[in-house]
């Protein structure tokens, strides 16, 4: 049994240190010439600062993390030189359990603005008093049958 629990202990230690929760510690560069990689530095837990990880995101979706974000770090060949970030939050901005709900999905700036689409349509909300802004060359809004448009507010301007 001895020997199997030090098996045991010597795979979680090559698995930890392979999977790193860091916290991030400065704003994000994007030195690549080619702008294909966003590169981040950050602090592990351990007070290790690393610079020019590497940042994964999905395709079509673009940030820039917030400093002091929490990030989870791979080092896929177990050298803590070359990291890759998989993942980015920060619980401080992060949907409340009323906001968002099993199935929804929400994309939300840190300032309170977001669009979020659910089983009851897609909400597009402003918090604060920047606009929202729609451009092109031809923008249709498409009603179903029996449909409604409403348009509220104070000052409102059709310029045609």
């Known amino acids: 049994m001895v020997g199997l629990n030090n098996l045991k202990s010597f795979f979680v230690s090559k698995i930890s240190s392979l999977i790193i929760k860091a916290i991030t510690t400065t704003s994000i560069e994007i030195p690549s010439e080619k702008g294909i990689f966003q590169f981040v530095n950050i602090n592990t837990f351990k007070d290790n600062p690393k610079n020019d990880i590497v940042r994964l995101q999905e ?60 089983d009851d349509g897609i909400e597009i909300n402003s918090k604060t008093d920047k ?30």
């Open 59 to 118: 395709y079509g979706f673009y940030s820039v993390p917030l400093k002091g974000g929490e990030t989870i770090v791979l080092f896929p060949n177990g050298s803590q030189d070359e990291g890759l970030i998989v993942k980015t939050s920060n619980v401080k901005y992060d949907p409340i359990d009323d906001e968002i709900k099993e199935g929804d999905t929400m994309i939300k700036h840190y300032k309170g603005d977001f669009i979020k689409i659910t």
């Open 131 to 160: 606009p929202i802004v729609v451009n092109g060359k031809n923008v249709d809004i498409n009603l179903i049958t029996g449909g409604k448009f409403t348009v509220a507010g104070d000052n409102l301007t059709v310029d045609a």
